[in-house]
């Protein structure tokens, strides 16, 4: 980071309320603190949204190392929708570029949920995430969530599988703080949960009240006289 200032999220936060939102000024501190954010884990979507807005106001401040840093850590909090609304803000000329489509690519294949893929376009081009903090740890929590509401129990090489490459140990912690448990009748099948205790019921409650029901009716009446 070539400014060595750490900024606080509150101070941000400050600085993007009023009528100074969008002065272009403002990327003199924003695009240090996407480096911070990159750097320590952190997330600011407001922030970075406002970024993208300033440089959809003002081209010329265009950077795309920047941008693409915004997108890989949206690429993190998935299943949110911060990658879609970020990328409406990217103009088309941009994303055609190679670095930013090749972000838009890796969020195409988390989407349709192509992981086994998306670990091996990874390994193509570790420059796109070796400046990034907590970045693969942040996908397999997302694969972990997609795993989660749609299995009831899985291989465990299934899930070695989409999970990229990782160490026995990270595995193992990983199911434990997930809460997935071995079966006893097949070691190498997790049970991950029982869907049908995750479908909640709801009681719906209609509230109409006479005073509401009395004027459709009288409504009604007016209308077929």
């Known amino acids: 980071m070539e400014n060595t200032?750490?900024?606080?999220?509150?101070?941000?936060?400050?600085?993007?309320?009023?009528i100074d939102r969008y002065n272009p000024e403002n990327l003199k501190v924003?695009?240090?603190?996407?480096?911070?954010?990159?750097?320590?884990?952190?997330?600011?979507?407001?922030?970075?949204?406002?970024?993208?807005?300033?440089y959809q106001f003002n081209p010329t401040y265009f950077v795309m190392d920047v941008v693409s840093k915004i997108l890989m850590k949206t690429l993190m909090s998935l299943p949110s929708p911060d990658f879609t609304l970020c990328k409406c803000l990217i103009d088309q000329q941009y994303q055609d570029l190679y670095e930013i489509g090749r972000v838009i690519f890796l969020h195409q294949l988390l989407e349709t949920c192509n992981f086994s893929v998306f670990w091996k376009e990874i390994e193509a081009t570790p420059n796109l995430i070796s400046p990034i903090t907590g970045f693969q740890s942040a996908i397999r929590d997302y694969i972990c969530h997609i795993?989660?509401?749609?299995?009831?129990?899985?291989?465990?090489?299934?899930?070695?599988?989409?999970?990229?490459?990782?160490?026995?140990?990270?595995?193992?912690?990983?199911?434990?703080?997930?809460?997935?448990?071995?079966?006893?009748?097949?070691?190498?099948?997790?049970?991950?949960?029982?869907?049908?205790?995750k479908v909640k019921s709801r009681n719906i409650v209609e509230k109409v009240t006479f005073e509401k029901l009395k004027v459709v009716m009288q409504s009604s009446m007016l209308v077929t006289k």
């Open 5 to 18: 200032d750490r900024y606080a999220p509150s101070d941000i936060a400050a600085l993007l309320r009023g």
């Open 30 to 54: 924003l695009e240090p603190y996407v480096n911070q954010q990159v750097e320590e884990n952190s997330y600011d979507i407001a922030a970075n949204l406002a970024i993208l807005k300033l």
């Open 147 to 197: 795993v989660s509401f749609s299995f009831q129990t899985v291989p465990t090489q299934s899930l070695l599988r989409i999970l990229g490459e990782i160490s026995n140990e990270d595995f193992e912690q990983l199911i434990a703080d997930k809460g997935w448990k071995r079966t006893k009748e097949d070691g190498d099948i997790l049970f991950i949960a029982n869907q049908e205790q």
